[in-house]
């Protein structure tokens, strides 16, 4: 079936340090690729999306390249502040489906720092 | 248009009762989603509305579920004879269409705790 795994947490990392967050997927077919995140107390937000495979999403310093062939869409950043520190959800949507998303378990990310 | 909104944001409900939730999407939004999060876990696909047509419902959706959109606009999920094991993040999400970038944006959630 068609699915995200995603590296469980939680991650604990300082100040500026490096981040990365694996996920892979199962899909039938040719999915488009996001990432969300979810913030204390607040909703799911998209973070960033890729829709090709070697498309490469960014957005406030996080970015996330299409591996079709390795079926992945790690998630990465060079240098994470405090204000980083939420729960990240890798997910996909398959090409004419309905629309929903299916998602990965989250990894919850702290930074100390 | 302050995005999509949920109420509402905490229920606690003895078992055996019923309760409802509301979604208020975006307005110009065509397409409304329901998932489910419980604990550890990512949101789960319940069911989904096109306008006003409910076009695809879950296995996770029992027949004690049922959603509605009745104009097209808000939503509601209604769970009778609640159980403990319903007891998780009732999430609402909304876009334009299912083009492969098109974005949904979701609510805040409802919490349903089940005692």
């Known amino acids: 079936g068609n699915s995200v795994t995603q590296m469980e947490g939680p991650v604990t990392l300082s100040e500026e340090a490096f981040l990365t967050i694996n996920c892979t997927y199962t899909a039938t077919g040719y999915p488009s690729l996001f990432w969300y995140v979810q913030y204390p107390g607040e909703g799911l937000q998209l973070l960033l999306k890729?829709?090709?495979?070697?498309d490469k999403g960014s957005n406030k310093g996080f970015e996330a390249t299409y591996r079709k062939e390795t079926t992945s869409f790690h998630l990465e950043k060079g240098s994470v502040q405090v204000s980083d520190s939420a729960v990240y959800f890798c997910a996909l949507r398959l090409r004419g489906s309905q629309g929903n998303l299916i998602f990965g378990k989250g990894t919850k990310l702290s930074v100390k720092p | 248009d302050t995005g999509v909104s949920q109420d509402p944001r905490h229920k606690i409900t003895k078992r055996g009762q019923n309760v409802t939730f509301r979604c208020d999407p975006i307005?110009?939004?065509?397409?409304l989603y329901w998932y489910r999060q419980t604990l550890g876990q990512g949101p789960e696909f319940l069911t989904y509305f096109q306008n006003e047509a409910q076009l695809e419902k879950s296995r996770l959706l029992s027949d004690r579920f049922s959603a509605e959109r009745p104009k097209g606009s808000f939503s509601t999920l209604e769970i009778q004879r609640t159980e403990q094991g319903d007891s998780a993040m009732y999430l609402c999400?909304?876009?334009?269409?299912?083009?492969?970038?098109?974005?949904?944006?979701f609510g805040q959630g409802t919490r349903l705790t089940v005692v």
């Open positions: 890729a829709t090709k495979a070697d």
């Open positions: 307005s110009e939004h065509n397409r």
């Open positions: 999400a909304s876009s334009l269409a299912a083009e492969a970038n098109t974005e949904a944006f």
